[in-house]
């Protein structure tokens, strides 16, 4: 049989909101280039923050309920949760570098609900075990460019489009870039750098595009790298074969097999309820340790502090101890899981 192609993948009403409304970026991009100043930036790039932070729990739920971390499926994931990270670390650098300090707690993500600032509207993203809709519906639709370059895109505003405008007013307003409370630190493949030039800006931000949604004629996250960007990878997940340009790119390569993993149910809106004892303990511990760790990224770029940084890092492994607990305590009556529901305590 031949394997299916991306436009196989199409998201289901059932994946989307019914919330209409303008949201915050598209009401930045209504205003006209030439008015935009370090003010829009500083905006702007706050919604990035947020974004870039929102996508991280998804994904360690999807990570963490996959049995076998050897599995290919698992490398995948973990290899964009540390990506994501990395983004984040970047516009946490970019806001600080036009005198901003990114709000992190004050802006923690609510699950299920909308990617900050209304890009892909009507997306709800929610927490839940690894499934093929899981992938399609959240992960995939997370990621998704305007234009695939293998099956359809919805033509809605997607996270790259965003990033483009935002490059496009830092060459506009020109701002003046200051080192001050920026970071350094290794995250997977990447260096965290301080962003000095506009050149740096160039990079920085087109590394965040490449690497989430590939460019216009490739799906590689880099210039010669073999790894497919986010949402293509999230893809081969999907349809359980690597993407191939194969008359046209298709998901025809070798077989990337769907693994095991635990049924953690989708946390329901305001999160679990009347969890059993030690359901709850564990809820309690991790929801503490989360708040932990957004105190830590608070307190590292209000005062460029690396050590509050390494802080948050180590924070964030601990959590995954209480998240796997939980994905293995079976709720009552149901062939579903527990799992971490990310409310700050």
């Known amino acids: 049989m031949a394997a ?36 829009w930036l500083r905006s702007a790039l706050q919604v990035a923050v947020e974004i870039e932070f929102s996508t991280i729990p998804p994904y360690l739920c999807g990570w963490w309920s996959v049995r076998d971390r050897r599995s290919e499926a698992a490398q995948l994931i973990r290899r964009v949760v540390l990506d994501e990270m990395y983004h984040f670390g970047v516009v946490c650098n970019l806001l600080a570098a036009v005198g901003g300090r990114p709000r992190i707690r004050a802006a923690a993500p609510v699950y299920p609900g909308p990617l900050p ?37 919805d033509g809605s505003l997607s996270i790259g489009a965003f990033y483009e405008e935002l490059l496009r007013t830092f060459r506009s307003a020109a701002p003046e870039l200051s080192a001050a409370r920026q970071l350094r630190q290794r995250i997977g493949e990447d260096d965290l750098v301080v962003i000095r030039t506009t050149d740096d800006v160039e990079h920085a931000i087109g590394v965040i595009r490449e ?5 216009s004629a490739s799906p590689a996250d880099a210039p010669g790298d073999d790894h497919v960007a986010h949402y293509y990878a999230f893809a081969e997940i999907y349809h359980g074969r690597r ?95 527990y799992g971490p529901q990310f409310r700050p305590a």
């Open 211 to 215: 690497q989430g949604e590939g460019t």
């Open 243 to 337: 993407l191939n340009e194969d008359g046209g790119w298709r998901y025809t390569g070798s077989a990337v097999p769907f693994p095991d993993a635990r049924p953690m149910a989708t946390v329901p809106a305001g999160g679990w309820d009347a969890p059993p004892d030690e359901a709850r303990r564990l809820l309690d511990a991790f929801d503490s340790a989360y708040a932990s760790v957004l105190d830590s990224l608070d307190a590292a770029w209000a005062d460029g502090d690396t050590g509050s940084l390494m802080t948050a890092v180590r924070g964030m492994g601990r959590l995954e101890s209480p998240a796997v607990e939980l994905m293995e305590m079976p709720i009552p009556g149901t062939p579903y899981t």
């Open 4 to 39: 299916p192609s991306a436009a196989a993948a199409e998201r289901p009403a059932s994946g989307r909101s019914s919330a209409a409304g303008r949201g915050t970026v598209e009401r930045l991009l209504a205003v006209p280039r030439r008015s935009r100043r370090d003010d």
């Open 117 to 153: 600032g209304g890009v892909h509207p009507g997306l709800t993203v929610h927490l839940s075990g690894l499934t093929k809709p899981f992938v399609r519906d959240v992960m995939m639709a997370i990621e998704a460019p305007a234009a695939p370059l293998a099956g359809t895109g």
